[in-house]
């Protein structure tokens, strides 16, 4: 369960698409412009975020548009949108010394905790929701 650039792309990708969709046609290319990266990456993730029910995409004068309220858009369901590797949030070094006390040791001793913190992480994703973004756009913008 490793957080990579994917997930917050992804939020900007539905932020954006949020705040410019009633004024501009939202495209990947658009898109790429906002987050500053390439579109191919932009469109990877909007056929994910496509899948997961969270945007709809028309071809033409469509573009990106998104499908849910955006109080009923958690930051868990972007995560599970866009993420591949959600199994661990921690990796663990490979070999810890068996002759060493605390390397034979250190998986009992730590990966309790690390799956506690794992399971709270997941419990935080779902307290934010993309209302949360927008808002908190909106008044930086509001406010320049």
Same mark, same amino acid.
């Given at each position: 369960?490793?957080?990579?650039?994917?997930?917050?792309?992804?939020?900007?990708?539905?932020?954006?698409?949020?705040?410019?969709?009633?004024?501009?046609?939202?495209?990947?290319?658009?898109?790429?412009?906002?987050?500053?990266?390439?579109?191919?990456?932009?469109?990877?993730?909007?056929?994910?975020?496509?899948?997961?029910?969270?945007?709809?995409?028309? @071809?033409?004068?469509?573009?990106?548009?998104?499908?849910?309220?955006?109080?009923?858009?958690?930051? @868990?369901?972007?995560?599970?949108?866009?993420?591949?590797?959600?199994?661990?949030?921690?990796?663990?070094?490979?070999?810890?010394?068996?002759?060493?006390?605390?390397?034979?040791?250190?998986?009992?001793?730590?990966?309790?905790?690390?799956?506690?913190?794992?399971?709270?992480?997941?419990?935080?994703?779902?307290?934010?929701?993309?209302?949360?973004?927008?808002?908190?756009?909106?008044?930086?913008?509001?406010?320049?």
């Amino acid at each position: 369960m490793q957080v990579s650039t994917k997930f917050t792309i992804a939020i900007h990708i539905l932020a954006a698409a949020s705040y410019f969709g009633k004024d501009h046609k939202v495209t990947s290319e658009f898109l790429a412009g906002s987050i500053g990266c390439n579109p191919v990456i932009v469109r990877n993730l909007m056929m994910d975020l496509k899948k997961a029910g969270l945007i709809s995409v028309r @071809r033409g004068p469509g573009g990106v548009e998104v499908t849910r309220p955006l109080d009923q858009i958690t930051f @868990r369901d972007v995560y599970d949108a866009v993420e591949t590797r959600k199994d661990r949030l921690f990796n663990f070094h490979e070999n810890p010394n068996p002759l060493c006390p605390v390397g034979r040791n250190i998986h009992q001793a730590l990966d309790g905790k690390l799956l506690d913190i794992q399971k709270q992480f997941q419990e935080d994703l779902r307290g934010h929701t993309l209302a949360e973004v927008v808002g908190d756009l909106q008044k930086a913008i509001g406010s320049q």
